[in-house]
Each structure stands twice: as C-alpha cells, then as structure tokens.
C-alpha cells in the first residue's frame, strides 16, 4: 500500500512539473506580446489619439484651457509613439506591426488626428503644432489667426490689379473739332456754300467732284475731295458723288439728306435755311476729310469728340 502511494506521487510530480512550465512559458510568451506592443508605439499612439480628439472637443465647447492641454498632451504621446515605432523598427529590423499584428496602425491614427483637427480651425493648427513635437502653448492659442495673416499678402495684391493704372489707350481722350465755318442749306437746289477754309487747305477744290461716305460707328457724315480717303476709310461707307461749282456751292447727295432723317427719327430733319456745319480735327485732315453736321446736332458732336 505505501508501495503504490509512493509511485503515485512519484508519478505526479513530473506531470506538476511540466504544468509550471507551461505557465512559465505561457507568461513570458504574454510578456514578449505585451513588451513588443509596448515597444511599437501603439499604446501611446492611441492615447495620443484620444487626447488630441478630446481637445478638439473641449475647443468646440469653448474649453480653451482644457483643450490646449489635451493638444499639448496628444502630440507628446504621438511624439513618443513615433520615436517608440522609429527605435523597434532600427532593432528590429522589421515593421513593428509584423510583431504585434492586433496593435493599430501609430500612421493611420495619425491621419484620423489630422482629419479630425481639420473640422476645426484652431484645433487643427495647434494639433499639428504639438504633432511637431513642439509643445508652445502660446502658439496654438495664436494659430487661428493665422488664417487671417495668410490672407493678407493676396488681398493686397488683388488690390493693386484692382488700382493699377490704365492704359495709355484706355485713357485717350477725343479730338475736339475744329469748326471750319457754317452756312445755311437751300432745300430747293440742294446746295450748301463751302467755308472758303476748306479750299485754303485744299481738302475740296473748286469745280472738282466730292465723294461722300458715311461711318458704320456714329453715322456721321463725312465728305472728301479724293475718292480713296472714303472708300478705304476706316468704317465707312461710300454712298455717293456730287459737285463743288466755281461759286464754292456743294451738292448735298438725296442719300446723306435721307440718312440724316432716319438718325433724326423720320420726318425732314434738314430743310431750307437750316445751318451745315463743316467740322475736322487732325485725324480727319490728315485723311483729307471734312465732317457735316447739322446744326441742331452740333453740340452733341462737339462733346463726344473725334
């Protein structure tokens, strides 16, 4: 009987043996889990994580103080996460999530903190402040307004385009006409005396043929001792021929007298005893033309210019 009891326990004792092993096995197994998570950066990372989110929240509700120091103490983990990661994988020489495959991912959590401080401005410019491993509380009161400065250099610039100054072009001014004389139409010949200055400057000729055109533009009329200067005229349209007598008296084509009445609306806007004014500037007398104007629309003329 002791005999067998003796055996008995003899037996169990390696079984016992074996059991503690396994424990121990087991358990320096864990720990090398345990450690190797630790190692990766990941339990930092994520409460890095948490942090900065509750200092995001904390500055939704105005918490200022409370979300500065959430922000300061999430980028400090972060900061200690990724020196954790950088040094496991320089032993290691492998990913640390090649270790430990159920931590998560420190980059990952990092993108979501940089989605989550860009729903908030001034969550999001601190939080990537401390991300930077520097802790300037200071600096991320101050980064909402940075916005503001940014803005700045490109108002200003938009507001130079807006004040430049014109084109030389742009600003131009009309050539005031220069009036050459004036006199009265005669409805019954059709005929209007010439200013003898025409003649002085030999833009008509006496007893010699004048061309009439009109110009698309204004629907002024204008008149030339030389065909070319109408026909090729910028804008204008030849529309007729009439004379000038030895007596300095011009013919006034039915064609310009029925285009002055269309401009004047229908009826006759030129009868007899109604002035023609002969007008030019520099433009026109360099193109060998005269403009003729009625005189109830003289004025108009004159303000607006060449």
Do not use: C, K
């Amino acid at each position: 009987m002791s005999q067998r009891d003796s055996t008995t326990e003899t037996d169990e004792e390696p079984a016992d043996e074996r059991r503690v092993a396994g424990i121990d096995d087991a358990l320096a197994e864990a720990l090398d889990t345990v450690r190797s998570g630790v190692r990766s950066g990941a339990p930092a990372g994520a409460a890095g994580v948490a942090s900065l989110l509750s200092g995001v929240r904390a500055l939704r509700r105005d918490d200022r103080g409370h979300g500065y120091l959430r922000l300061g103490a999430g980028g400090l983990l972060l900061a200690i996460a990724i020196d954790q990661r950088r040094a496991a994988r320089d032993r290691t020489g492998v990913e640390p999530s090649d270790v430990a495959s159920t931590s998560p991912d420190i980059e990952g959590l990092e993108g979501r903190e940089r989605n989550a401080g860009r729903e908030d401005h001034a969550g999001g410019d601190a939080a990537s402040e401390v991300a930077r491993t520097s802790i300037d509380i200071e600096d991320a009161a101050s980064s909402p307004e940075s916005g503001d400065a940014a803005s700045g250099p490109t108002t200003a610039a938009e507001s130079g385009d807006a004040e430049r100054e014109p084109d030389a072009a742009e600003v131009a001014e009309p050539e005031a006409y220069e009036q050459l004389g004036a006199a009265a139409f005669d409805e019954h010949s059709s005929e209007v005396p010439v200013p003898q200055t025409a003649f002085d400057r030999t833009i008509l000729s006496l007893g010699s043929e004048v061309f009439w055109g009109i110009r698309e533009a204004d629907d002024a009329v204008v008149v030339s001792g030389q065909f070319d200067p109408i026909q090729d005229g910028d804008g204008i349209r030849y529309v007729a021929s009439s004379e000038v007598d030895g007596e300095r008296s011009l013919t006034v084509p039915d064609t310009v007298l029925t285009h002055w009445d269309a401009v004047a609306g229908g009826g006759l806007a030129v009868a007899s005893g109604d002035d023609l004014v002969f007008l030019t500037t520099d433009s026109l007398g360099a193109d060998d033309q005269i403009r003729v104007v009625p005189e109830q629309w003289l004025e108009d003329a004159i303000e607006n210019g060449e």
